[in-house]
T-cell receptor, first 116, second 117 residues
Framework: EAGVAQSPRYKIIEKRQSVAFWCNPISGHATLYWYQQILGQGPKLLIQFQNNGVVDDSQLPKDRFSAERLKGVDSTLKIQPAKLEDSAVYLC??????????????FGNGTRLTVT | KQEVTQIPAALSVPEGENLVLNCSFTDSAIYNLQWFRQDPGKGLTSLLLIQSSQREQTSGRLNASLDKSSGRSTLYIAASQPGDSATYLCAVRIPGAGGTSYGKLTFGQGTILTVHP
């Protein structure tokens, strides 16, 4: 099966600019996650979707970050305006999830963002 | 608040050695625990998933154990190979609202493993 697709692979922007990342999950996966991974740390959940509804966005800096999954399939994550501390790898993951499921997460290769 | 800690932060071993990676978590009310591998510049690859009712899972040379009451998990790698060099992360999923599986997955910071020939 095709894996989780993310684009772009790399992005370099100046602070205060805006940037968007795209993710296409594995076909049929209802749950989609966006994680932020700062160098040397484990991934931190930014937002979790179940179909096109938000399940958890408690750690999303909502003053500058936004995400959507309008048709319950692919998703975009946007940062506007970017700060230096946003430099990280942004990982998208998906899982075949339903109530009571223990399905594992499948990750894309991530987008490496550098803010200068 | 669930916190996940992995020890050691880095490990270097000669090829062929058996090794153990450790993961501890502060809240034992977990839904499941998952071990991942991350190669440089890549995303995470799921290795093993242990449900809260299970004690261990095995896949090839990998064996993961879970002691929920003590808040610990170990990943055992037998007969290590240079190709096993990567960062290994553990993550625990807490129950979501109403006991659903939608709870947050919290990661440790990872153990960087180097297996030298």
């Amino acid at each position: 099966e095709a894996g989780v697709a993310q684009s772009p692979r790399y992005k370099i922007i100046e602070k205060r600019q805006s940037v968007a990342f795209w993710c296409n999950p594995i076909s049929g996966h209802a749950t989609l996650y966006w994680y932020q991974q700062i160098l040397g740390q484990g991934p931190k959940l930014l937002i979790q979707f179940q179909n096109n509804g938000v399940v958890d966005d408690s750690q999303l800096p909502k003053d500058r970050f936004s995400a959507e999954r309008l048709k319950g399939v692919d998703s975009t994550l946007k940062i506007q305006p970017a700060k230096l501390e946003d430099s990280a790898v942004y990982l998208c993951a998906s899982s075949l999830s339903y109530r009571g499921s223990n399905s594992p997460l499948h990750f894309g290769n991530g987008t490496r963002l550098t803010v200068t | 608040k669930q916190e996940v800690t992995q020890i050691p932060a880095a490990l270097s071993v000669p090829e062929g050695e058996n090794l153990v990676l450790n993961c501890s978590f502060t809240d034992s009310a977990i839904y499941n625990l998952q071990w991942f591998r991350q190669d440089p510049g890549k995303g995470l690859t799921s290795l093993l998933l242990i449900q809260s009712s299970q004690r261990e899972q095995t896949s090839g040379r990998l064996n993961a154990s879970l002691d929920k009451s003590s808040g610990r998990s170990t990943l055992y790698i037998a007969a290590s190979q240079p190709g096993d060099s990567a960062t290994y992360l553990c993550a625990v999923r807490i129950p979501g609202a109403g006991g659903t599986s939608y709870g947050k997955l919290t990661f440790g910071q990872g153990t960087i493993l180097t297996v030298h020939p």
